[in-house]
């Protein structure tokens, strides 16, 4: 962990002073919990592996941590880490994939996520299920913005029985440490495409608008 917080189940590593978590059940209570604090961490391979790191690497852990984003990358060879977690403020998360195929079924489960939530804000007594999104689209998403993506579910119009949901890029991506607010977010980025799925079909859709921007990906599928 590289926040302050201190789990029950924590141990300090003596070489870096950081707390560690172990065990499956350990880290399940961790993540799963409540924190006061903003959760920080990062995954690792092996335990002894900490100790070797070296002064530097340890303030580039540090910084990390501090400054919610890295010097060089937040992928460290020494600990083999896939994945970095960072809670930010006013609702903002930050999470590194070392994998974009590990990214691809988070993705997925988010959209669903928020659709189904607005869905069910509009519709209290229509539950709606919701169809698997295509991996090519996922791909168009994930490649195709891969500065930053936006996908807009406080912006979802109903047209004939097919929800829109507009889909940004991030224009200014080296802005994001200061955001603060969704106004700065949307002031920062600007609609390229929009998800659509079909109530009747249950079928999803991507609508492009700005082909520039996608025209790298789409040489790929």
Do not use: C
């Not at 209570?29 to 409540?34: V, W």
Request: aromatic content about 10%; cysteine-free.
């Amino acid at each position: 962990m590289l926040n302050a917080e201190s789990a029950s189940d924590a141990e300090i590593n003596p070489h870096t002073r950081l707390q560690t978590l172990t065990g499956q059940t350990q880290i399940r209570r961790y993540l799963l919990g409540k924190h006061e604090h903003p959760v920080k961490w990062l995954d690792y391979t092996h335990g002894d592996d900490l100790d070797f790191l070296l002064p530097n690497e340890i303030a580039e852990l540090l910084y990390l941590a501090h400054m919610d984003t890295h010097i060089r990358t937040p992928f460290y060879a020494k600990l083999q880490n896939d994945y970095a977690y960072l809670t930010l403020r006013d609702g903002f998360y930050k999470t590194y994939y070392r994998h974009l195929s590990s990214f691809d079924h988070v993705l997925e489960v988010s959209i669903k996520r928020h659709l189904r939530a607005m869905h069910n804000n509009r519709w209290v007594f229509r539950p709606l299920a919701i169809s698997d999104v295509p991996q090519e689209i996922l791909l168009q998403l994930i490649q195709g913005l891969a500065d930053g993506m936006i996908i807009a579910f406080d912006q979802l119009v109903e047209r004939h029985r097919i929800y829109v949901i507009p889909v940004r890029t991030i224009t200014h991506p080296e802005r994001q440490a200061t955001w603060y607010s969704q106004e700065e977010v949307y002031a920062d980025s600007r609609e390229v495409a929009s998800l659509r799925y079909d109530l009747t079909t249950r079928e999803w859709a991507l609508s492009i608008h700005d082909n520039q921007v996608f025209s790298d990906v789409m040489d790929l599928i």
